[in-house]
């Protein structure tokens, strides 16, 4: 059965840092992975797709990379802002087609 | 993007009563959405399957007479919480992916926050 771990769970951080969040899953053979943003009491946003073929994906300020073979995926954040502050989810889809497997999430916040 | 809504937003019942929950895909039509639950603190729990004209699939744990999905049609799937219980205040979500070429991302409806009193 698939496990898909993030770490840390919470991370707070001053405005204008890099950071990084980890994404770790145990069952390599997956389809593709999601990064998604969750505010507080809100549904899920999707903040970047990496097929199981890709190694990185890259949208404005973030940027995802995908090790399969190791099964770990990153997601930095650069120059990070207050704004960004939520939990962020890793999911893993094992085929096409098939439901998400989620992380329980990196809870974000980035201060003044 | 593709688009998914819910209906409602939020609903609060009392312990007992029924609710029903919908999943709709505004552009596009999906033969398969899925239902998660999230409980506060907690990560996504997939629920169930639905399909299109054929019995929804459900995860270990999950109890489908409790929770019954229909999937009426290419655009909409429902969820009925029956006999509600305060154990079963949760977030719930629905996701579905346009159909087409791979590699297309999961849309996932805003969520529906449920409260049995």
């Known amino acids: 059965k698939q496990e898909v771990t993030q770490i840390p769970a919470a991370l707070s951080v001053p405005e204008g840092e890099n950071l990084v969040l980890n994404c770790s899953f145990t069952d390599s053979a997956i389809y593709n992975l999601q990064w998604f943003r969750q505010d507080p009491g809100k549904g899920l946003t999707s903040l970047l797709l990496?097929?199981?073929?890709?190694r990185e994906q890259t949208s404005g300020r973030l940027n995802a990379s995908l090790d399969k073979s190791s099964g770990r995926s990153t997601l930095y954040i650069a120059a990070s802002q207050p704004g960004d502050s939520a939990t962020y989810l890793c999911a893993v889809e094992a085929n096409s087609g098939y439901a998400l497997n989620f992380g329980k999430g990196t809870s974000l916040l980035v201060t003044p | 993007g593709a688009v998914v809504s819910q209906h409602p937003s939020w609903v609060i019942c009392k312990s007992g009563t029924s609710v029903k929950i919908e999943c709709r895909s505004l552009d596009f039509q999906a033969t398969t959405m899925f239902w998660y639950r999230q409980f506060p603190k907690q990560s996504l729990m997939l629920m169930a399957t639905s399909n299109e004209g054929s019995k929804a699939t459900y995860e270990q744990g999950v109890e489908k007479d409790k929770f019954l999905i229909n999937h009426a049609s290419l655009t909409l799937s429902t969820l009925t919480v029956t006999s509600a219980h305060p154990e079963d205040s949760s977030f719930y979500i629905c996701s579905a992916r346009p159909p087409g070429a791979s590699g297309y991302e999961q849309y996932f409806g805003p969520g529906t926050r449920l409260t049995v009193t």
């Open positions: 990496i097929q199981s073929s890709q």
